[in-house]
């Protein structure tokens, strides 16, 4: 089965930080551009980042203003992504996602999420 | 960055009616990188359509896409009880992905 699983979120509070991972099965994961999508409660998605598949290219929403990084592991069929400098407005169910291969760059696969809560 | 803006915020239904959801691009989106995605409460978002009119697989043939440019279009053909949700509208035809705001489908 094509799955993604993500962990690693938690409560920090504002100016912590963050390391989420997203382990990957059920697909060949190094062929495959991987995303982090955000979606703050009640609100609507927000992409956050987005590596291609040998980590050449690596592209950030503005306005993170270089407080995360992506990376990825492909030995291990693992994603992550560090944050710092967490603020109260980073609070969010956080999904990784699959860009699909001939897709247009549309997300195919979509991990459970992983909640964030930045509070003091 | 562009910026999708979808319409209407809700769209009130009753089962086996026709609902179309509109989603406008301040400048207009390039290569076909255009989808629309369905999600449930406490679920994760489903590719219904790529590039801008294909349906992903295993998406029943109700669901339909179209439009170009800046304008785009999802259409329900007729609405299933499992329908009424929350749908977006993604674009990614610059190296900055962006989401519509959602527009609610819910039951007349």
């Known amino acids: 089965e094509v799955q993604l699983v993500e962990s690693g979120g938690g409560l920090v509070k504002p100016g912590g930080s963050l390391r989420l991972s997203c382990a990957a099965s059920?697909?060949?994961?190094?062929?495959?551009?991987l995303n982090w999508v955000r979606q703050a409660p009640g609100k609507g998605l927000e992409w956050v980042s987005s590596?291609?598949?040998?980590?050449?290219?690596?592209y950030y929403a503005d306005s993170l203003k270089g407080r995360f990084t992506i990376s990825r592991d492909n030995a291990k069929s693992s994603l992550f992504l560090q944050m710092n400098s967490l603020r109260v407005e980073d609070t969010a169910v956080y999904y990784c996602?699959?860009?699909?291969?001939?897709?247009?760059?549309?997300?195919?696969?979509w991990g459970q999420g992983t909640m964030v809560t930045v509070s003091s | 960055e562009i910026v999708l803006t979808q319409s209407p915020g809700t769209l009130s239904l009753s089962p086996g009616e026709r609902a179309s959801l509109s989603c406008r691009a301040s400048?207009?989106?390039?290569?076909?990188?255009f989808a629309w995605y369905q999600q449930k409460p406490g679920q994760a978002p489903r590719l219904l359509i790529y590039?801008?009119?294909r349906r992903a697989t295993g998406i029943p043939d109700r669901f339909s896409g179209s439009g170009s440019g800046t304008d785009f279009t999802l259409t329900i053909s007729r609405l299933e009880p499992e329908d009424f949700a929350v749908y977006y509208c993604?674009?990614?035809?610059?190296?900055?992905?962006?989401f519509g705001q959602g527009t609610k489908v819910e039951i007349k």
């Open positions: 059920g697909f060949t994961f190094s062929s495959y551009t």
């Open positions: 590039g801008v009119s």
């Open positions: 590596i291609t598949s040998t980590s050449s290219y690596i």
């Open positions: 400048q207009s989106v390039s290569g076909n990188y």
């Open positions: 993604q674009q990614s035809g610059t190296s900055q992905w962006t």
């Open positions: 996602a699959r860009q699909g291969v001939y897709l247009a760059h549309a997300f195919d696969i």
